[in-house]
């Protein structure tokens, strides 16, 4: 009998058996690599989230909306307060001004804002043009929506863009193209210059524009963040994509935002009422107070660069070679001098032997990429970076 029931469901599951939409796609290196930190009591300056609190004052103002009643559903694209000050931060900083009506929408998080993008405006066959090394989620993203990646390398070294190859890139084919600045993973900001080159290439063309700006507020030395809301031939097709989260130290809230013209924002909207539906409640009312004072994300480049001059100063001292950080919560680092493993070798070297997390730069390069390159996140409390600090200088 027990036999008889092990060999129906053997069959019953053969007759279940799926054909992976995704059949490339394993469990992400940055679980891989938090995981085994956590094995072996490293340091996880691999995955990028802060490991200090966010405000009180925002920990507050979502005690008090759930109090005040907010606990039902909002509106669609986001209730109207936020979406409001969204649009009053973009017009203030870049000088677009969006209707937070139809232009605004708020989503669960930045990671959701780009695949509901994609699936929006990508079809069958379509070509995606993404600049390697990259967030790993934009190729699945585009693999779900029926779409093609044609991937187009950043300079190594510098990771700057190379814009004779993105126009050699385009064809008939091409939908859209994404781009993301400050960049994750090597933290180069593109100029002002870049960005009118962009805009120069895709002039011509009904390409999409889909720019990931979610560490738009941690931009270094002055410098200020070119988001494509400031370029008017890049913002009537840019879908313009930020992050709750990484602004306020509070990536688990997963709410983002994206701003684009109505005519795009409604075709993302038909995705995204079917895609989440709507973002939390109250959380959408307490960053709607809390964003009524600017000077948490006016003040976060200052914080940061304060992070990065910490880190850099201590890993000066030590046998890496320090790659160019010009924004972000990342620094990248050439191990060569140090041994001659690979990437992700030398990555599960650091942390069971040395006891520090990284992410090897081939994560982000679909074909694995090495350069004998790895990153660090310093969004970390200063006694973490300091206990991380002395562990990479014994090296």
């Not at 001059?309 to 990342?330: H, N, V």
Request: aromatic share 10%.
């Amino acid at each position: 009998m027990k036999t008889q029931f092990i060999r129906d469901s053997f069959a019953i599951m053969s007759k279940l058996a799926l054909q992976s939409k995704l059949p490339t796609v394993g469990t992400t290196i940055f679980s891989v690599m938090s995981a085994l930190a956590a094995e072996h009591d490293a340091v996880n300056l691999g995955q990028g989230f802060p490991d200090f609190e966010c405000s009180p004052k925002l920990v507050n103002a979502v005690t008090e909306a759930m109090r005040q009643g907010h606990n039902q559903y909002p509106p669609m694209a986001g209730i109207p307060a936020l979406r409001e000050q969204v649009a009053a931060k973009l017009l203030a900083l870049y000088g677009r001004q969006y209707s937070a009506t139809s232009e605004i929408s708020i989503t669960a998080g930045a990671t959701q804002a780009i695949l509901t993008t994609i699936l929006a405006v990508v079809h069958n066959a379509d070509e995606v043009i993404v600049l390697e090394p990259c967030y790993d989620s934009y190729g699945p993203n585009i693999e779900l929506a029926g779409g093609a990646t044609v991937r187009v390398p950043l300079t190594p070294g510098t990771f700057r863009p190379d814009f004779q190859k993105i126009s050699a890139a385009i064809t008939a084919k091409t939908r859209a193209i994404i781009i993301n600045s400050p960049h994750n993973p090597s933290g180069t900001v593109w100029t002002a210059e870049d960005m009118q080159a962009l805009e120069k290439i895709l002039l011509p063309t009904s390409i999409i524009l889909i720019s990931d700006e979610v560490y738009e507020h941690m931009v270094f030395d002055q410098q200020l963040h070119q988001s494509a809301s400031r370029f008017a031939g890049l913002a009537e097709r840019a879908f313009v994509v930020s992050s709750f989260g990484k602004t306020y130290h509070v990536t688990g809230w997963k709410v983002g935002y994206v701003a684009a013209p109505a005519e795009l924002t409604h075709e993302f909207r038909k995705v995204h009422q079917f895609n989440v539906f709507t973002v939390n409640t109250p959380v959408q009312h307490a960053l709607a107070a809390y964003m009524a004072d600017p000077q948490p994300y006016l003040s976060l480049s200052d914080f940061y660069q304060q992070k990065r001059d910490f880190f850099r100063a201590g890993l000066a001292q030590s046998r890496f070679k320090l790659l160019p950080c010009e924004g972000s919560y990342f620094q990248c680092v050439d191990t060569s001098a140090i041994n001659d493993f690979s990437e992700a070798e030398f990555c599960r070297w650091l942390t069971t032997e040395v006891g520090v997390a990284a992410i090897p730069l081939s994560a982000f390069y679909t074909a694995g990429f090495d350069q004998q390159v790895i990153r660090f996140c310093f969004a970390k409390k200063t006694e973490t970076l300091e206990k991380a600090l002395i562990r990479l200088c014994q090296l």
